[in-house]
DNA sequence: TATGGATAGTTGAAAAAGTCAATGATTTAT
DNA sequence: ATAAATCATTGACTTTTTCAACTATCCATA
């Protein structure tokens, strides 16, 4: 491990910019981040046939909490036409599946087959390490205050 | 001031899927956090003609650090064709201007012209009364940290 | 000083993602 | 009962992203 430098295809030569003012930008940074473990994660998930997010979703649907797609797609950010594609896809490889939600025969609970458990299990253990490439310069402490810090703008509002 | 649940379109409610294990998700924060501020940002922007994209190209023009189009789209992670479009965009409008490089005359600078430093001003001030808005969850204090975490990961790997 | 290979910006096409309105089934309120 | 609202779904449409050319310019070296 003498050079890491030339090696890589997303690494960045010099950053002069770096001066510019909106490098102090939450949003800014917020999205350079994201983007640069965008990459590393969808290469890591590449191997299951999941990108960043057929994996959310198959992480909700794997979870016990049963949620609807409607839920899924508030929690995701995404529209719920949105969750119906990836879900579709999802369940034609057999990882996930529709069922009637209990009280309201309107909304599907999706969870995760057998299969898709395991095949999340992995794509877990991969995103994990994807996740530490790109924050591999914080230390661990760090990386656990920078979360707390994320988990505390996002649901802290009103509490 | 008795309930802001209702009122404002992007509020959340109730959330349960909180306790899902992707909830300690690094890449999965800083989506979420991201499309939170992306939604804030670009309702303030919209005024002066302007998205999150614009914006940050402006800033970097409207920096005395000279940036050149390709230089912009490695900081930006974005495609060199689509910074084209901004800036197209951006000159059409009187808001920045293209020069040949000094050294490099393929290359092109970026500046703000007289009326784009004005623009951006006052885009600027709306863009941070909208990140307050999105870190509302936050004290002052932890802002600061976060960003500092957030560059920290961005620019101290391998330093 | 020519020749070849790389790089900056630009263009255009194709794929992917996001937005939005309409629909049928079901629930909730009146 | 009836009316209004909600969930999943579909389809149209727009925007964004990705990628492969292409021209002009730079750089290395024979």
């Given at each position: 491990m003498a050079t890491d430098v030339d090696d890589a295809p997303g690494t960045e030569p010099?950053?002069?910019?770096?001066?510019?003012?909106?490098?102090?930008d939450a949003g800014f940074l917020l999205a350079k981040l994201h983007a640069a473990g965008s990459v590393l994660n969808n290469r890591a998930l590449a191997g299951f046939g999941l990108k960043e997010r057929s994996y959310s979703v198959l992480a909700l649907a794997n979870?016990?909490?049963?949620?609807t797609q409607r839920e899924m797609a508030e929690f995701l950010s995404l529209d719920p036409s949105q969750i119906v594609a990836l879900i579709d896809e999802l369940e034609k490889r057999g990882l996930v599946m529709r069922a009637p939600g209990?009280?309201?025969?309107r909304a599907k609970i999706v969870s995760a087959t057998a299969e898709g458990s395991s095949v999340f299990r992995q794509a877990e253990a991969a995103a994990r390490e994807a996740e530490s490439a790109a924050l591999a310069g914080l230390s661990d402490a760090e990386v656990g205050e920078l979360k707390g810090l994320l988990r505390k703008a996002l649901w802290n509002r009103g509490a």
């Open positions: 010099a950053e002069k910019l770096v001066a510019a003012p909106i490098s102090q979870s016990d909490l049963e949620p209990k009280q309201d025969r």
